[in-house]
């Protein structure tokens, strides 16, 4: 098993007896979740072989075009030898990229629901620094302050508690260290109405910068461009 597994069953605040790690990710969900689900067609699609190899074509085409897309490496500050959190973490490049921000030594573990985007991601991605494990973000699986630095990128407009996870982020967070989310916004009406249609919600202006401070971040910013908003806070 890669050191990165070895470090996510450390951090665990229920470890399995005999943690299934079959497939190159760590599998939580195998007796289900009592967390609410999603079943909008966005999410059945992500949950789909074909449809997360057409996520992972179209993110990285995106990524390469918007600068928007990309997550605030820098800002984050991950101590060298640290651990960062990627919550909804897909095809896993974000992952790998957060795990090269932190340097030798460091770590970064992904989260997902979804087998078919976890198997990409262990294809792709996995390896002595980064991790996956299947797991509901709103009920994530870890001890409290247990991660350098949390993101999240398109995935918290899928999470029927959206409140939930965004307080499982906070309390996995160390104090003193960083989260940043990118969500889709109220932005071009039409294509607003499709993602509504599909399962997935999109926010308002203030939300989530008032949910997160609601949870007790501190120095929260929220930056709009067009339909992408990304929302940026410290744990005091
Ligand atoms: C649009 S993709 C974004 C993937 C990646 N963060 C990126 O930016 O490329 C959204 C991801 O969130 C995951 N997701 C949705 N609901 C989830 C939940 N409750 N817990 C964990 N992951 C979830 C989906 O399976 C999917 O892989």
Not at 6 to 30: C, F, K, N, T, W
Not at 60 to 77: Q, V
Not at 139 to 155: C, E, T
């Amino acid at each position: 098993m890669d050191d990165a597994l070895r470090q996510a069953i450390e951090l665990l605040l229920d470890p399995p007896a005999h943690p299934d790690v079959s497939r190159g990710y760590l599998d939580l969900l195998q007796s289900g979740t009592d967390a609410p689900s999603n079943s909008g067609v966005i999410q059945k699609a992500w949950a789909s072989r074909a449809g997360s190899m057409l996520y992972d074509h179209a993110q990285l085409l995106n990524r390469r075009l918007l600068s928007a897309t990309r997550p605030p490496l820098d800002w984050l500050g991950v101590p060298p030898g640290g651990i960062a959190l990627d919550v909804g973490s897909g095809p896993g490049n974000i992952t790998a990229a957060l795990a090269r921000a932190v340097g030798p030594g460091g770590a970064a573990l992904g989260v997902d629901i979804s087998e078919a985007m976890l198997e990409r991601a262990v294809a792709a991605q996995a390896g002595p620094r980064v991790g996956f494990v299947r797991a509901d973000a709103q009920r994530l699986p870890f001890r409290d302050a247990s991660f350098d630095a949390v993101v999240s990128l398109a995935a918290l407009q899928l999470m029927p508690d959206v409140v939930a996870a965004a307080s499982e982020m906070v309390r996995v967070l160390r104090p003193g260290c960083r989260i940043a989310v990118m969500v889709p916004t109220v932005g071009p009406a039409a294509a607003m109405r499709v993602l509504a249609k599909g399962g997935a919600r999109f926010f308002d202006e203030d939300e989530l910068g008032d949910v997160f401070e609601g949870l007790g971040l501190a120095g929260v910013r929220t930056r709009t461009r067009g339909p992408i908003q990304w929302v940026r806070g410290q744990k005091a």
